[in-house]
């Protein structure tokens, strides 16, 4: 179903939406690119979406429908996969004698209209819709799911309890005479079929929460289960306790753990396709007092192939790491906690260095994503093959570019220093706080200051503020809280730097710098979704080569780095959060940690 592209002028114009001079002009550069009018009209910001949508549909003579804030009745909504309904943009919102109808960004998708019709065997009716609809109605396969979710969890939960066998193996709680079950009795306890439905629900429950982690832990009357969604752990649900049990052994099974130990720790990993979507599971469990406790550390394989800007790197900074990634030998490396999105920068950054003619080789702990014509080796100390041990094996293996998954002693820093040294381009991770924490830190594990210099290229420090979604309110600083933010950071140096990257206006003051505050919506229950990174890049110049060689400290390092055009994490944090993709509050809240 193609447009009528002269009728679509002719109606566009009559709508007075545009002027006949924006017109001609727009004719005129769709023809150029060869492109449809109505999304160079959309692109250059001389109408919106909906109005293009609205236009289109009445050219096609169909209905145009809005579905923010409609309740959709699952069992419609459901009859499109959601993968399908997120990939196609396409949502089907209502049944009735007269067919199927569905709402598209795209009618023209012939293909997946064909496919809806076959596996629903209705008549399909298409109407446009715009994107504010798609993604409202995206949202309600997830609070659908959640809720189905919940009631499984929660009805075998009962069922286990009520189950003889389960019920029996409340020995772990401490005044239980009960003896210990054997590997066979567990085994049957895991392929129940309620601790099968529980695992499974829990699972595809923290998928669809977006969750980082699943901490399954034991209290002396009840079961706790929580999720790490952008950092923070959420209660997600009590459970009886009576389950513990079965679902650890459950999630043994899965990972391939010994089901009769109990006394010590364990980890290991198993992988699911969810949709086509993989997602790799990382396990850990540990001894309490009342019982093993279960860590799930959630890895979807497809999270990688983010850009450095989509990251959050911008500016300087952003022009530093590329100028890094040019040279052929050196180092480049990432620092911060646990949790603050190392790995995802170093991947990020493999991502832009993996080429036909480069051979890149990673020693990692563990391989959090697997990449194409990348040799990934994963660290195993209990048979020797430790970071120091796995850095000299890569080094015979004629490797371009190296990756090691985290510096922790002086020998893997002496390696990766050497490997650098002799043409190869070593990326890794160092625990430390700031960019310039780095170089005292190498120094400390036995790295001679000369070394340093003549290998380090570029330091990141970075730390995972969470993101606002799109309700979030704006305002300005009053005269107070810009006199409390003086206190933190140079105001006059920070007002520079956003009018630098063009941010705000020219002549903006600070009572003129935008701020936003979040604003729960149908998406979020406290105002944000996902996380981005805020970083520090410290590029190691010549002048910072001297500090480094006379033994200068670190915050005189920083203070150099600073006035070399360094924006330091909480200036960052601030520069983000006038750009409305987080909070001030957000910004101190984890920089204060």
């Not at 009745?73 to 209502?94: G, M, Q, T």
């Not at 720790?265 to 469990?285: A, C, H, L, Y």
């Amino acid at each position: 179903m193609q447009i009528n592209e002269e009728q679509f002028k002719k109606v566009i114009l009559e709508s007075g939406l545009i002027s006949r001079s924006e017109l001609d002009s727009s004719i005129k550069k769709a023809e150029k690119k060869n492109q449809k009018l109505g999304n160079i009209l959309l692109s250059d910001g001389k109408i919106s979406e909906t109005d293009l949508k609205r236009t289109e549909a009445f050219v096609f003579g169909i209905p145009f429908v809005s579905l923010v804030n409609e309740k959709i009745d699952f069992s419609v909504l459901s009859l499109i996969p959601e993968p399908i309904a997120r990939n196609h943009n396409i949502i089907a919102y209502k049944n009735s004698s007269a067919g199927l109808e569905v709402a598209m960004l795209d009618v023209d998708d012939l293909p997946i209209i064909d496919f809806i019709r076959k596996r629903s065997r209705e008549k399909i009716l298409p109407r446009l819709t715009d994107s504010v609809s798609i993604k409202s109605a995206l949202v309600q396969y997830r609070k659908s799911l959640q809720a189905d979710f919940d009631n499984i969890i929660q009805k075998e939960s009962i069922s286990l309890k009520n189950n003889s066998l389960s019920h029996s193996l409340t020995s772990e709680a401490k005044d239980s005479d009960e003896p210990e079950k054997t590997e066979e009795e567990l085994k049957a306890l895991a392929e129940d079929l309620p601790v099968i439905k529980i695992v499974d629900s829990l699972i595809f429950h923290a998928i669809l929460q977006n969750a980082s982690d699943i901490h399954i832990e034991p209290g002396e009357k009840e079961l706790v289960v929580r999720y790490r969604i952008d950092g923070i752990l959420h209660d997600a649900m009590i459970l009886d306790k009576s389950a513990g049990p079965g679902i650890t052994t459950r999630i043994k099974v899965l990972a391939n753990l010994k089901l009769d130990e109990k006394r010590l720790p364990q980890d290991g990993r198993f992988k699911i396709d969810q949709n086509g979507e993989k997602v790799s599971f990382r396990v850990s469990t540990l001894p309490t007092f009342y019982g093993e406790k279960t860590v799930v550390r959630l890895l979807k394989e497809s999270s990688h192939g983010f850009s450095l800007e989509i990251l959050g790197f911008h500016g300087e900074g952003l022009e530093r790491i590329h100028d890094s990634l040019k040279q052929k030998i050196g180092m480049v490396l990432a620092t911060g906690p646990t949790g603050s999105g190392k790995t995802t920068t170093l991947y990020t950054m493999l991502d832009i260095l993996n080429r036909p003619e480069v051979n890149i080789s990673t020693v990692e702990d563990p391989i959090e994503y697997q990449m194409p014509r990348v040799n990934q080796t994963q660290v195993k100390p209990e048979i020797g093959l430790t970071f120091a041990n796995g850095l000299r094996s890569l080094l015979r293996q004629d490797p371009d570019i190296m990756m090691v998954g985290e510096i922790r002693d002086g020998e893997t820093a002496g390696l990766a220093i050497n490997a650098a040294l002799t043409g190869h381009l070593v990326l890794s991770t160092i625990h430390t706080n700031s960019a310039s924490g780095a170089v005292p830190r190498l120094i400390d594990m036995g790295v001679l200051p000369f070394l340093i210099i003549s290998t380090v290229k570029v330091i990141i420090a970075q730390r995972l503020v969470r993101k606002l979604v799109s309700s979030k309110e704006k305002y300005f600083l009053s005269k107070d809280e810009i006199k409390n933010l003086a206190k933190l950071v140079d105001l006059d140096r920070m007002l520079l730097m956003l009018k630098d990257e063009k941010v705000i206006g020219p002549k903006d003051t600070w009572g003129e710098v935008p701020f936003y505050k979040p604003v729960k919506n149908e998406e979020s229950a406290d105002g944000y979704s996902n996380r981005i990174g805020i970083h520090e890049v410290l590029k190691v110049t010549s002048s910072i080569k001297e500090m480094i060689i006379r033994g200068a400290s670190q915050d005189e390092v920083e203070t150099q780095a600073k006035k070399e055009g360094m924006m330091t994490i909480l200036e960052d944090g601030v520069f983000q959060a006038v750009l409305g993709n987080t909070s001030l509050e957000e910004v101190f809240r984890v920089v204060s940690e």
